[in-house]
């Protein structure tokens, strides 16, 4: 079975400040993971994803992420926050065989505020 | 392109009405799905479907059919609504099945 965790239901940082929202995931065989972020009464937008290659992905809005194979981690991060930064992030991992193939497992959310 | 979009963006129902939400895409996506978000519990998959006249289950599919008669459109149907439907309702499309999922803009369903 595949599985994502985010252990923090909200994350609070000042606009400047380095942020990380953090994933665990879970998965048997190569993990496919992904970011997307939803602003307030907007759909998901896609963020950024890990497929293979290089550990450190970067995506949209100057975010970027760390795959971690031995901590089975993608944490998100960003060197300087925004105020308009501030949303609802979920990891997903996308299921990799038979009936899960190509489906997508979100976490539960992380609420990312940044204050001026 | 006006990608995924989606209609009603908020609806009202009485518990035991049905109700069909709609979802059209112009991307020529081969893959389309339905998710549920509900607070504290992340998006879920209620169906999905790999090309036009394929479709399956997913995780929550009680209470909800789909169909796919065309590769644009991908309804979702409540066929007598109960209020543990209440939910924010999303569609979602990709090229393929293994490629990356792009999102609506979702349907805010309550039922009384």
């Known amino acids: 079975a595949q599985s994502v965790a985010q252990p923090e239901d909200q994350v609070n940082v000042a606009e400047g400040n380095p942020l990380t929202v953090k994933c665990t995931y879970s998965v048997s065989g190569n993990p496919y993971l992904f970011w997307y972020v939803q602003y307030p009464n907007r759909g998901l937008q896609f963020l950024l994803k890990?497929?293979?290659?290089?550990?450190l992905v970067k995506g949209s809005y100057g975010f970027e992420a760390e795959f971690n194979k031995s901590q089975t981690s993608f944490h998100l991060k960003k060197p300087s926050a925004l105020v308009s930064d501030s949303a609802l992030y979920f990891c997903?991992?996308?299921?990799?065989?038979?009936?899960?193939?190509?489906?997508?497992?979100f976490g539960r959310g992380t609420q990312l505020t940044v204050w001026p | 392109n006006a990608g995924v979009t989606q209609t009603p963006k908020f609806q009202v129902l009485k518990t035991g009405q049905s109700m069909t939400l709609q979802c059209a895409q112009d991307m020529n996506h081969e893959y389309m799905s339905w998710y549920r978000q509900d607070p504290g519990m992340g998006l879920r998959l209620i169906h999905y479907?790999?090309?036009?006249?394929?479709?399956d289950q997913g995780e929550v599919p009680n209470g909800y059919n789909v169909s796919r008669s065309t590769t644009e459109d991908f309804p979702l149907r409540l066929l007598s609504a109960a209020p543990s439907q209440t939910s924010v309702y999303f569609c979602?499309?990709?090229?393929?099945?293994?490629?990356?999922?792009?999102f609506g803009p979702g349907t805010r369903l309550t039922v009384l």
């Open positions: 997903a991992v996308r299921g990799v065989g038979g009936s899960t193939l190509g489906r997508l497992y």
């Open positions: 890990y497929i293979t290659g290089d550990n």
């Open positions: 479907s790999v090309g036009a006249g394929i479709t």
């Open positions: 979602a499309s990709s090229p393929g099945r293994t490629d990356t999922q792009y």
